[in-house]
């Protein structure tokens, strides 16, 4: 909402400078003056459609050139306030105006549950528009494509040189590329041509795109290769530590990853102890022992504390656990409100800033744990335990600063707030939200509710997708140097990198599940397969 509000926005500043209105009247009218406006125009077009009167929403206006170059319009999509097909499909009427007299210039009616438009810059200097429709009939959804210019008073349909939409597979817009993914998890783009007005698969070598060259992702703002930017060793580190196997988490000291060591007990894991595993020489230092029968989940750690949450079999709580890696000793520092009580484990993020630890727990009385949360502050030296905001989760530190998530309010919207109390508002609450180079990014679902969905990293202050997979993807991680996830489908390990402002895809390297572990100054990646011995890399930056 908070985007489309702000076209809105723009467009009716623009209005009211063309049509003379004072700023008095423009501020207490405008929006209401635009609405109605734009209504009247859409409203002859929708009946001559239907035969019958219909009550319509403004969806979203668009500003642009569409009927010739250099006119000033505007494109604005309505939606029907009641389905009128027999099978219940809902309807969108996109209409475009002059932007002097807001006359309507034509109209399109489209058929759709779900309607998605991008509009394409052509060599004129005008805009092409592109219709993307998804309808679900018993639970089987399906997609029609539609390119469009404005020509003679009408919308034109133009050929797309796009293949046809094969079934069960899905297709999205994504700014000037469609892609279509399949239910094998493969995704597809092809990009717009503004020379030819028309679209063509994009073109792995070409550098703007190689999402198709990966198979799984799609890179909107172009990817690089990284060997422009890191160099990469292959390390030989020891298939088990003491007779046990083990697995990775970040760094806490130079070189130096914390691991922690299991057994296999009727094919489960059972956990021994946590350690520091000097990547480059391999040699191995136990820092915490795990009690027999007891499991602990690390939820973060420094180069001086750990924190695990544990579970106490007896009463069902659950701990916050906190270790002091110098010693290996650790105790008790917090107990979960009795919602989690042998029910939920509590998750959230977590922060250990300047000798405190930033977590979120259930406020106190309450039993639904998606809202109603409270951010907690307990420091380390003191023991004190205080809150440091109601209403909120998912602690995050930015360049030093602390921030958190609020919300959601009594109108379900979330936002961003900073100790020092500025806010800024988010379009959803968001997934793994997570710092790197000063910017704040978390992962999307495009139409969650759907079987075949595209994930994608977004950034949280444009908004704009940097990546975008149909693979399973989450363990958002982010440093000085890089933004990762976590692929669950094999491919080639890819990052995103805040300061160039792009994707860096490790073209040299095997597909594989890739797991990022992220250090200031460098990078361990562990690379595991379905069948073959996992692979480990250090990336250092060149």
């Known amino acids: 909402m908070r985007t489309k509000w702000t076209v809105l926005t723009a467009v009716l500043a623009l209005t009211v400078f063309l049509s003379g ?36 929403t403004l969806e979203s206006v668009h500003y642009g050139s569409f009927s010739a170059p250099g006119a000033a319009e505007l494109c604005a999509l309505f939606k029907y306030d009641a389905p009128v097909h027999a099978e219940g499909q809902d309807r969108t009427l996109g209409v475009v105006y002059a932007a002097d007299d807001l006359e309507a210039v034509a109209g399109c009616d489209f058929m759709a549950d779900d309607v998605q438009i991008s509009f394409l810059p052509a060599a004129d200097g005008t805009e092409r528009i592109l219709y993307r429709g998804a309808s679900t009939n018993q639970g089987i959804t399906s997609y029609t494509l539609g390119l469009y210019k404005i020509s003679g ?30 239910p094998e998890d493969r995704c597809t783009a092809y990009g717009w041509n503004s020379e030819s007005e028309g679209f063509e698969r994009a073109d792995p070598s070409g550098g703007k795109n190689i999402g198709t060259g990966t198979g799984a992702y799609v890179f909107p703002g172009g990817a690089r290769d ?34 922690q060591l299991y057994d296999t007990l009727n094919n489960a894991p059972v956990q021994r102890e946590f350690g520091a595993l000097n990547i480059l020489t391999g040699e191995y230092k136990t820092l915490i022992s795990v009690p027999e029968g007891e499991t602990y989940s690390l ?14 079999e007896a009463s069902g709580d659950y701990f916050l656990h906190l270790f002091d890696l110098s010693t290996g000793q650790g105790r008790n520092i917090y107990t979960y409100a009795p919602v989690y009580k042998g029910v939920e484990v509590p998750g959230g993020q977590m922060v250990l800033q300047d000798g405190c630890l930033y977590f979120s727990d259930a406020a106190p009385g309450e039993t639904d ?34 921030a958190w998530v609020s919300g959601p309010d009594d109108q379900g919207n979330y936002a961003l707030t900073e100790a020092d109390g500025e806010t ?45 997979t149909t693979m399973s993807v989450d363990q958002l991680r982010g440093s000085g140097l890089a933004l990762a996830w976590h692929n669950y489908d094999e491919e080639v390990p890819a990052l995103y990198l805040p300061e160039a402002g792009c994707c860096v895809v490790f073209s040299g390297l095997d597909k594989a599940c890739n797991s990022f572990q992220l250090g200031e100054e460098e990078i361990f990646l562990l690379s595991t397969h379905d069948q073959g011995p996992r692979k480990c890399y250090r990336i250092l930056p060149k």
């Open 21 to 56: 209105c004072g700023k008095e009247a423009a501020s207490q009218n405008a929006a209401q003056l635009l609405q109605e406006r734009l209504l009247s125009g859409a409203a002859p077009l929708a009946e001559e459609a239907h035969g019958l009167p219909r009550t319509l």
């Open 424 to 468: 800024t508002p988010l379009e959803e609450r968001p997934v793994y939200l997570t710092a790197a180079g000063g910017r704040l990014y978390s992962l999307r679902r495009r139409e969650p509710g759907k079987l075949y969905t595209i994930r994608y990293l977004a950034d949280l202050e444009t908004g704009e997708p940097l990546m975008e």
């Open 299 to 312: 939820s973060c750690a420094d180069g001086r504390y750990a924190v695990c949450t544990r579970r106490d």
């Open 369 to 402: 744990t998606a809202k109603g949360m409270q951010l907690l502050c307990y420091n380390i030296g003191t023991g004190a335990l205080s809150t440091v905001a109601g209403n909120a989760r998912d602690p995050v530190a930015v360049d030093g600063r602390l």
């Open 226 to 259: 990284a060997s422009e930017f890191f160099t990469v060793q292959e390390l030989d580190l020891p298939a088990a530590i003491n007779g046990m196997d083990y697995s990775f988490y970040g760094f806490i000291g130079e070189g130096v990853l914390m691991v």
């Open 153 to 182: 008073g009408a919308w034109e349909p133009m050929e797309t040189g796009l293949p046809a939409i094969d079934e069960p597979g899905a297709v999205y817009l994504a700014g000037e590329k469609v892609l279509f993914a399949t």
